[in-house]
């Protein structure tokens, strides 16, 4: 395990050969503040555990995420870890789960690849182990550097694969497009109280939720703990039910006083809230006019897709999802702007 920043540098000089990989595991279902606890890295031959928590400074790994090509397993979520934690995220990213599923693999996780392509069956135990904690256990240590250990095999495979089948194209552009969806995200939500279920409530009790969905964050926050493990997101949504009514709230009973004192002082504050500042309902998007000619187009689309999919036997909403078939078919967007070349070409649209 590299644990200083010395360590680190003298193990990225060392690498050899053009191939990079790398996974990171996060403690977000064990802490309020989610944050890379593990990097795992292989140049194919040389695989590392490197240690974040206990490394002074990672600027050596920043240093080769600025310009280097580096390969990943699902790699949408890890994008995310490096853009909060280390502020770079590879300017190329190719993406194993994107190759398989152009090949027409149907099971893409990690294990079932390794089990796909190396007739090896890896232990899933520690998959939502503590990646804070330490020392890690031998069994965490195990299953984390799997989580690189096969994937220079895994990529040999899937680039002939691709190149066979006449696909590489498709998956250089399905990588970029992966990325930069990501990029494009904001990494904070606005309004992140707008929780499913929220649209349909009334001014008082949208209050009621913003003012309990806030008080879940600061209870978790105090605790260090994710804020699933105060309450989920349908719990909030029945006790706002509840306010509305005029019924009494049921706590769990591990709740303690203070937290059960905070939440009525939070459901106060919104019940007696002015008009005036009561949160504004979003305007929906008004209906999509489902008519004959609408839903022919719709269905003239999924038979085509489908039609090309068992073709290329690979799954269906790889080439278009149904909810972008309705929106072109409602013409609420352009192809070119929410489809890929190869998809519009495989299309002939």
């Given at each position: 395990?590299?644990?200083?920043?010395?360590?680190?540098?003298?193990?990225?000089?060392?690498?050899?050969?053009?191939?990079?990989?790398?996974?990171?595991?996060?403690?977000?279902l064990h802490r309020y503040h989610e944050k890379i606890s593990l990097v795992q890295f292989t140049d194919g031959e040389n695989h590392q555990l490197i240690d974040p928590l206990a490394v002074d400074d990672m600027q050596p790994l920043k240093d080769f995420l600025k310009g280097g090509e580096l390969w990943m397993h699902g790699a949408d979520y890890d994008?995310?870890?490096?853009?909060?934690?280390?502020?770079?995220?590879?300017?190329?990213?190719?993406?194993?789960?994107?190759?398989?599923?152009?090949?027409?693999?149907?099971?893409?996780?990690?294990?079932?690849?390794?089990?796909?392509?190396?007739?090896?069956?890896?232990?899933k135990s520690s998959q939502k182990a503590d990646w804070s904690k330490r020392p890690l256990t031998d069994k965490m240590k195990e299953y984390a550097i799997n989580d690189v250990l096969f994937l220079k095999p895994i990529v040999e495979k899937i680039?002939?694969?691709?190149?066979?089948?006449?696909?590489?194209?498709?998956?250089?552009?399905?990588?970029?497009?992966?990325?930069?969806?990501?990029?494009?995200?904001?990494?904070?939500?606005?309004?992140?109280?707008?929780?499913?279920?929220?649209?349909?409530?009334?001014?008082?009790?949208?209050?009621?939720?913003?003012?309990?969905?806030?008080?879940?964050?600061?209870?978790?926050?105090?605790?260090?703990?994710?804020?699933?493990?105060?309450?989920?997101?349908?719990?909030?949504?029945?006790?706002?039910?509840?306010?509305?009514?005029?019924?009494?709230?049921?706590?769990?009973?591990?709740?303690?006083?203070?937290?059960i004192k905070?939440?009525?002082?939070?459901?106060?504050?919104?019940?007696?809230?002015?008009?005036?500042?009561?949160?504004?309902?979003?305007?929906?998007?008004?209906?999509?006019?489902?008519d004959e000619a609408f839903e022919a187009r719709v269905d003239a689309l999924i038979e085509r897709r489908d039609s090309v999919a068992e073709g290329l036997d690979i799954d269906s909403s790889l080439i278009i999802s149904r909810a972008l078939i309705e929106a072109l078919s409602a013409h609420e967007v352009e192809p070119a702007d929410v489809l890929m070349k190869w998809q519009m070409e495989v299309m002939g649209i």
């Amino acid at each position: 395990m590299i644990d200083t920043t010395q360590e680190l540098g003298d193990y990225l000089g060392s690498l050899k050969g053009d191939f990079r990989a790398m996974d990171l595991e996060g403690d977000s279902l064990h802490r309020y503040h989610e944050k890379i606890s593990l990097v795992q890295f292989t140049d194919g031959e040389n695989h590392q555990l490197i240690d974040p928590l206990a490394v002074d400074d990672m600027q050596p790994l920043k240093d080769f995420l600025k310009g280097g090509e580096l390969w990943m397993h699902g790699a949408d979520y890890d994008i995310v870890m490096m853009r909060r934690d280390l502020d770079v995220v590879p300017p190329v990213i190719w993406d194993t789960q994107i190759g398989a599923r152009l090949l027409g693999v149907r099971k893409f996780g990690y294990g079932n690849l390794v089990e796909h392509y190396e007739g090896v069956e890896i232990s899933k135990s520690s998959q939502k182990a503590d990646w804070s904690k330490r020392p890690l256990t031998d069994k965490m240590k195990e299953y984390a550097i799997n989580d690189v250990l096969f994937l220079k095999p895994i990529v040999e495979k899937i680039l002939a694969g691709l190149h066979e089948k006449g696909r590489y194209d498709w998956f250089v552009e399905s990588c970029e497009w992966a990325r930069e969806k990501v990029m494009e995200r904001p990494l904070e939500k606005e309004d992140p109280w707008r929780i499913a279920g929220s649209g349909k409530l009334l001014p008082r009790g949208q209050a009621y939720l913003r003012a309990l969905w806030y008080w879940r964050d600061e209870q978790a926050m105090d605790w260090d703990r994710p804020t699933f493990m105060v309450c989920g997101n349908k719990q909030l949504i029945a006790w706002v039910s509840d306010l509305m009514a005029g019924k009494s709230v049921r706590f769990p009973k591990h709740y303690r006083p203070n937290r059960i004192k905070a939440f009525h002082a939070a459901a106060d504050e919104a019940r007696q809230m002015s008009d005036e500042l009561l949160p504004r309902r979003v305007k929906a998007r008004g209906k999509r006019l489902k008519d004959e000619a609408f839903e022919a187009r719709v269905d003239a689309l999924i038979e085509r897709r489908d039609s090309v999919a068992e073709g290329l036997d690979i799954d269906s909403s790889l080439i278009i999802s149904r909810a972008l078939i309705e929106a072109l078919s409602a013409h609420e967007v352009e192809p070119a702007d929410v489809l890929m070349k190869w998809q519009m070409e495989v299309m002939g649209i």
